[in-house]
């Protein structure tokens, strides 16, 4: 075999084991990629319904009831996911308040270049905060 030859088929073997630990790798870093997005973001931006199902999914992760046990405290894990709720709900109510109120106090004291930058922060806010609505 000349040199060439040799390096050609160098060169295309190197490039299939490239591509073959690419392919082996790559859905690997995506799949801990999206798998770390949701452990951060807990959850936040779930709708109650799915923070109900995952609230109780984890205690009975923890617990690891029996079916009979199970069937009790399913009713114990639902009254808490609604109280949940409602905390978030009121909760993001006082925090917005208090968010309107630091705009307020801030706006004779910054530039209307500032003003603006807070307000688009607020409003992204408004869309993320459940319980918030619009003012």
Same mark, same amino acid.
């Given at each position: 075999?000349?040199? #060439? %030859?040799?390096? @050609? ?12 630990l690419l392919g082996m790798l790559v859905p690997g ?5 999206? #798998?770390? #997005?949701?452990?951060? %973001?807990?959850?936040?931006?779930? $709708?109650? #319904?799915?923070?109900? $199902? ?9 617990? *690891?009831?029996?079916?009979?046990? @199970?069937? %009790? ?8 996911? %609604? *109280? ?27 530039? $209307?270049? *500032?003003?603006?930058?807070?307000? $688009?922060?607020?409003?992204? @806010? ?10």
């Open positions: 075999m000349n040199s #060439e %030859r040799k390096k @050609a088929v160098l060169t295309l073997t190197g490039t299939l084991i490239i591509g073959v870093l995506f799949h801990k990629v999206k #798998e770390r #997005e949701h452990r951060g %973001r807990g959850d936040r931006g779930m $709708e109650p #319904e799915h923070k109900k $199902e995952w609230f109780t999914g984890t205690i009975y992760k923890i617990i *690891q009831p029996d079916s009979d046990q @199970a069937k %009790r405290i399913r009713p114990v894990t639902e009254w808490a996911s %609604r *109280q949940i709720d409602s905390l978030e709900v009121s909760s993001n109510l006082g925090l917005a308040a208090v968010l309107d109120s630091v705009k307020k106090q801030l706006k004779p004291m910054i530039t $209307e270049e *500032q003003f603006k930058r807070l307000d $688009e922060f607020d409003s992204k @806010a408004k869309g993320q905060w459940r319980g918030r609505g619009r003012h």
